[in-house]
């Protein structure tokens, strides 16, 4: 069967062999006629179910409006039970959270009180339990914090004595022109081991005590209190600083159950000439910075440490100290401080940093050795204590000897007896005391005889290097500097009358200078000696 176009229609031909007869069977039909059965069916089919669908939207639409309103019934009845549901796991909830913040604004006497018979209830239960360990723990931390502050409050107390009773180096001894003194001590934690001490044996003698206690903190700061009192009033008290020491060390030995020393640096300066006896009992070695720019460590030891056993005898060393030289003296603090990996300040490094310091002021010596050592140490917590003492030695002390009284020119024989014995004592050279004497005589003699004044005063400074003698009065100005020079080569009675006594004391002496101040004469001469 074939589909064809036949006289312009399409047409359906079915055709079948007749073998038979050798012919062949054929039947035509229009396409129209054909399907016409199948389009009217098709016809009926879509009218059918365009019927069905109807019916099917129909009923789609009451099964939505049944299933909406069975949903918003559903809804209903579980908003009313999630409601009654969420009030009975909220209420304890909401309950215990006002609750709690009681306890938690600081009302821990407060205790929860939920009975809900579940989780809630055994919530807050252990809430109370918390808030019984939290007001017991506040109770003994409170304890702890008020025993740790009466601790510390102790501690700072006991600092402040400590510090109290180490001499202030910046207004003691002003009275003294021979040497500059400057100190520090910086303790690691709030108490320290180490301490400095200086002090007047008599006019003339200047004691100086650096020391580092072993241990730190309040046990070392009260042996250091027992080591200080003893080492000053046994250097003070003996002639010797070896026989100080040897007492020292038997005193701190004595009953020392915890087996505590102290390392002890100790000298006595003479401030007539500079000469620094000293004792090293195992404590760094000290350095003296010369005027010239040069520094040198005292290498000597004099002995073992203090307390560290019985019996022990200890040697003294001495050094000169020149006019200007410095001497500077720390504890181990300085040279063992540590950077941040560890390694040590040292010997050489402070030695270098003396070397570089372009001032011998003993302050601005110690600031500058402090502010390097914390650059050193950068971020590295301080690991002992540190003390400085650092002195300046000015020259030879200025050995004074006053004569006042009117003047009176029978009074001169006295003058003289006194000026001589004066200078004999400070082993000026008879030479030296011939012309002196002459020099006193002539300005007394005048004084007595011109200056119409009711006081005078004669004053004598002699060190190492001069001798000098200063006449003061309160009488008629008069500068016997400004009288003309006499003409000596003349007779004597054709010279005019005068000037010849101040003359020769211009002559004889290195120096003379006058001036008139605060109503006074003052004439002062000077010898330099030999």
């Not at 312009?8 to 129209?32: D, K």
């Not at 005889?449 to 200063?470: K, L, N």
């Not at 006449?471 to 004597?492: Q, V």
């Amino acid at each position: 069967m074939e589909r064809i176009t036949l006289d312009g229609r399409e047409v359906y031909i079915a055709y079948a062999p007749l073998p038979t007869m050798g012919w062949s069977f054929a039947t035509v039909m229009a396409v129209e006629d054909v399907i016409a059965p199948a389009l009217k069916t098709q016809e009926h089919i879509l009218a059918m179910t365009q019927d069905t669908a109807r019916q099917q939207d129909t009923a789609i639409r009451q099964a939505i409006r049944l299933l909406a309103v069975m949903v918003l019934m559903v809804m209903v009845l579980l908003g009313f039970a999630g409601l009654a549901m969420t009030r009975r796991f909220t209420t304890p909830i909401l309950t215990l959270t006002k609750e709690v913040k009681k306890i938690g604004a600081g009302n821990f006497d407060y205790r929860t009180k939920i009975a809900s018979g579940d989780e809630i209830e055994e919530l807050g239960a252990a809430f109370n339990t918390m808030a019984d360990k939290v007001q017991r723990y506040i109770g003994e931390f409170a304890a702890a914090t008020a025993e740790k502050e009466r601790i510390r409050t102790e501690l700072t107390v006991a600092a402040h004595l400590q510090s109290d009773m180490l001499p202030v180096a910046k207004d003691a001894f002003t009275q003294y022109d021979a040497f500059t003194l400057a100190a520090v001590m910086r303790p690691a934690k709030e108490m320290g081991g180490d301490f400095y001490d200086f002090f007047m044996t008599d006019e003339e003698h200047l004691a100086l005590v650096v020391a580092d206690v072993s241990g730190k903190g309040a046990p070392a700061a009260l042996f250091m209190v027992i080591a200080k009192a003893l080492l000053q009033s046994n250097i003070k008290r003996e002639k010797s600083l070896e026989r100080a020491f040897e007492i020292t060390n038997e005193n701190l030995c004595a009953n020392n159950k915890n087996g505590m020393f102290v390392t002890v640096w100790a000298g006595v300066l003479d401030l007539s000439d500079g000469t620094l006896t000293y004792i090293n009992a195992g404590h760094c070695h000290p350095l003296v910075k010369g005027r010239d720019g040069s520094v040198m460590y005292l290498t000597q030891l004099g002995g073992f440490v203090l307390a560290g056993a019985e019996g022990m005898k200890y040697r003294q060393s001495v050094v000169r100290l020149r006019t200007g030289d410095v001497l500077f003296q720390c504890s181990d603090g300085v040279t063992e401080a540590n950077d941040c990996d560890g390694a040590l300040y040292g010997e050489e490094r402070l030695k270098r940093i003396l070397e570089l310091l372009g001032t011998n002021e003993p302050q601005e010596v110690i600031d500058a050795i402090w502010n390097d050592v914390c650059t050193y140490e950068g971020i590295a917590e301080q690991f002992d204590d540190i003390t400085m003492l650092a002195l300046r030695f000015n020259g030879a002390v200025d050995k004074k000897q006053t004569w006042c009284g009117a003047p009176r020119i029978e009074r001169m024989p006295d003058v003289i007896k006194f000026m001589d014995e004066m200078l004999k004592q400070e082993t000026v050279s008879q030479s030296e005391r011939a012309k002196l004497l002459v020099a006193v005589d002539e300005i007394y003699s005048n004084i007595c005889r011109y200056s119409r004044a009711a006081e005078a005063d004669i004053e004598c400074i002699a060190d190492e290097t001069y001798v000098q003698i200063r006449f003061e009065d309160n009488g008629t100005p008069f500068n016997p500097l400004e009288k003309a020079a006499p003409d000596i080569t003349l007779d004597a009675c054709a010279r005019e009358a005068g000037g010849l006594g101040i003359y020769m004391v211009r002559t004889m002496m290195d120096d003379v200078e006058y001036e008139y101040a605060e109503g006074k004469n003052r004439l002062t001469i000077r010898l330099l000696r030999a």
